[in-house]
């Protein structure tokens, strides 16, 4: 059943004596000065914090997951084993910020917003709103604990295929598009970007990234951030949490640290300083918050200084000392979520990613986190545990004002106290719109990146009676290969680059879909010997994990392909031309598929009318690789995972890409 909502809510819009529109927060009939919008942002959270109880002050500093109920129904939402309800944790704990997870259809969405945000007007002693945040999902990848597919959204390629068009204005136009479609439902908060720099081949959160290069990541970062934030954070904005400081892509043995096996990260090459700088550079451009990464530095050594070897939330060096003090940054931090306490999701466990510090209790976790100097506890709801350390001594009531202060200004700044809501029917209509699933569509074909586009035979008869058979498709009796069957004239006969496909090429292929292949203008055949030519769909290899939470989501250790992908390759190249098309979540050993394939066009994300629209030209695809392509498995063990393009004798360098002629 819907939460039966406080009396009175409706009539929060008053008018105050001098005529100036504004809620009524705190419910008592008189603008305060934190209820004026007129005034300052600085002038209202001043005033708003000397009036809030510290439970209000602990529960702006927790921010937890939430799903919404299939239904939109407010009180219809399951709460995941071992949390509490969504009632509690917003009128007993006074959390006001939530992590989206499950969303239904945007009309659903945007009203269980709006009942979620009376509900937090009417419960919360000062009226404080939620601000509703979510993982990346304008993508393909599907992952609870890092990402979520489109679905009612615009799609388009993943961040690394962002990257691989290397076109700031396309991100620009991405991020623009992601924001208007996440405020039509009232989500206010990215948990993205995703700056880390892709350098450990094996590592699962790559996808996310914008690639290798430093350089190419803080330029489009900062693109990214034009789009969601703007100039400034204001009313039509989406603030942005960059992340993971100081740079979580040199992990050990491209383990990823959400798991025990994958807390260290390491620097043997000595590139601290390559992946701290996108950091560098949007903190210059300004950024609303900053998360830092689970991993626990090892042998780590800032201005010869050795760093304590626990996870980047816990550790004071990294946070108060570099990001705060040397790079002088004083807007939100907040942790990776569930840093203090383990979770549970379909069965499965996952252990705090309390790196280094798994000895503390619960309460020393939280401790040790607000000395390092973050604001907020990701994935948490415990305000209770931060009100006893106040009370208790150990921390001071100034100190929890400081993190209070940095959270309500970015509230302030979206507009949250003036107006929350969302129109719960333009929501339909601002959500996946027509031009914004073309622009999509478009980026997807754009950052297709052609690594392979060898000549082929291409026949085109000159009388067009019998077809001529395609390369292993046996001629009918009496008919020679090269020539028509009634001695009509022979077939010109040329060498020419595989890719553009030309119209009315016959295409057989076990996973595309055979009514894009027609849409597309090409013909879909149910056996490879009526084809011209063939296309391989196939994902970068992973090896399945399935004992902690989560873990069956994030491919992770080698990247060969097993015997058995080689061998459909190799045996369909014996009758036609094969065009490769792997997704690269990761970057893929291609070496034993590459030999048998007439092409390779390498995908990050992309549907399959849009891998065909680049496959025909029709959309030319314009990608180059993001990250290095490693020849092996041996040189992936071998490289150094912070040295960007560090495998020996790479199959293909990052940078690398053909056009179509």
């Keep these: 059943m819907s939460v039966n909502l406080r009396a009175g ?11 100036v529109v504004f809620r009524d927060l705190n419910g008592n009939g008189t603008m305060e000065p934190y209820e004026d919008p007129r005034l300052p942002v600085a002038d209202r959270v001043g005033d708003l914090l000397g009036r809030l109880s510290l439970e209000e002050k602990a529960g702006l500093m927790f921010n937890t997951m939430v799903s919404v ?45 709006n009942e979620l945000q009376r509900l937090a007007l009417a419960e919360s002693p000062h009226g404080i709103p939620v601000t509703l945040s979510t993982d990346p999902r304008h993508s393909f990848v599907e992952n609870w604990g890092a990402s979520f597919t489109a679905e009612y959204f615009s799609a388009w390629p993943e961040p690394l295929g962002l990257a691989a068009v290397r076109d700031e204005q396309l991100v620009r136009e991405f991020a623009s598009i992601a924001r208007a479609e996440y405020t039509a439902i009232g989500i206010r908060g990215a948990l993205h970007p995703t700056i880390d720099l892709a350098t450990e081949p094996r590592w699962a959160r790559q996808y996310s990234t914008f690639g290798q290069d430093a350089d190419l990541v803080a330029r489009l970062a900062s693109a990214y951030l034009d789009g969601f934030e703007g100039d400034h954070v204001g009313p039509e904005s989406v603030a942005c949490m960059a992340k993971h400081f100081p740079g979580g892509g040199p992990q050990r043995d491209g383990e990823d640290p959400h798991f025990p096996y994958g807390r260290e990260q390491v620097y043997p090459g000595g590139m601290f300083d390559c992946h701290l700088e996108p950091f560098r550079r949007i903190i210059a451009r300004g950024v609303s918050a900053i998360m830092p990464y689970y991993g626990m530095p090892v042998g780590l050594v800032i201005d010869g200084e050795p760093i304590e ?5 816990y550790n004071r060096q990294v946070i108060t000392g570099l990001l705060r003090e040397k790079l002088g940054y004083d807007g939100v931090v907040c942790t990776d979520w569930s840093l203090v306490t383990e979770s549970r999701l379909h069965g499965k466990q996952l252990p705090p990613r309390a790196w280094g510090v798994e000895h503390l209790s619960v309460e020393e976790r939280v401790l040790k986190v607000i000395e390092a100097g973050c604001d907020q506890f990701g994935g948490e709801e415990c305000p209770e545990v931060v009100v006893d350390l106040v009370r208790g001594g150990r921390v001071s009531e100034e100190r929890i004002d400081a993190s209070a202060r940095r959270l309500l200004k970015v509230k302030f700044e979206l507009g949250l106290f003036d107006n929350p809501y969302v129109d719960e029917e333009a929501a339909e209509v601002r959500a996946g719109r027509p031009e914004y699933v073309e622009a999509g569509h478009r980026a997807q074909a754009r950052s297709v990146t052609i690594l392979k586009n060898e000549p082929v035979l291409k026949n085109e008869p000159v009388v067009k009676n019998e077809p001529i058979p395609a390369r292993g498709h046996a001629p009918k009796a009496g008919t020679a290969a090269g020539a028509t069957n009634d001695g009509g004239a022979v077939a010109a006969v040329e060498r020419s680059p595989l890719l553009p496909l030309r119209p009315g090429t016959r295409v057989y292929s076990e996973e595309l879909d055979p009514a894009a292949v027609a849409a597309a203008g090409l013909e879909p055949v149910a056996a490879v010997y009526d084809a011209e030519v063939a296309i391989v769909r196939v994902s970068a290899p992973f090896e399945f994990r399935d004992h902690y939470m989560l873990e069956s989501a994030f491919h992770a250790g ?7 992908t080689v061998e459909k390759v190799r045996r369909l190249a014996e009758s036609v031309p094969v065009i490769l098309v792997p997704h690269l979540d990761r970057p893929a050993v291609l070496t034993p598929l590459e030999p048998h394939c007439a092409a390779v066009a ?32 041996a040189a992936v063990v071998a490289s150094r995972p912070d040295v960007p393009g560090d495998t020996e004798d790479a199959l293909y360098e990052c940078g690398f890409g053909l056009d179509l002629a």
Aim: proline share 7%.
């Design 602 to 633: 390498a995908v990050y994300g992309a549907s399959d009318g849009a891998v065909l629209d680049a496959l025909t030209g029709t959309i030319a695809p314009e990608g180059r690789l993001p990250f290095q392509l490693p020849r092996s498995e």
């Design 69 to 113: 109920a299939e239904s939109g129904r407010l009180g219809d939402e399951v709460p995941r084993a071992g949390r509490a309800g969504l009632r509690e944790v917003v009128e007993t704990k006074l959390v006001n910020h939530l992590n989206f997870h499950f969303v239904p259809e945007p009309r659903l969405a945007a009203r269980w917003v």
């Design 9 to 19: 809510v409706a009539e929060e819009f008053l008018r105050s004596p001098e005529g």
């Design 309 to 313: 070897e626990v996870g980047f939330g």
């Design 558 to 564: 080698s990247l060969e392909f097993d015997a058995a």
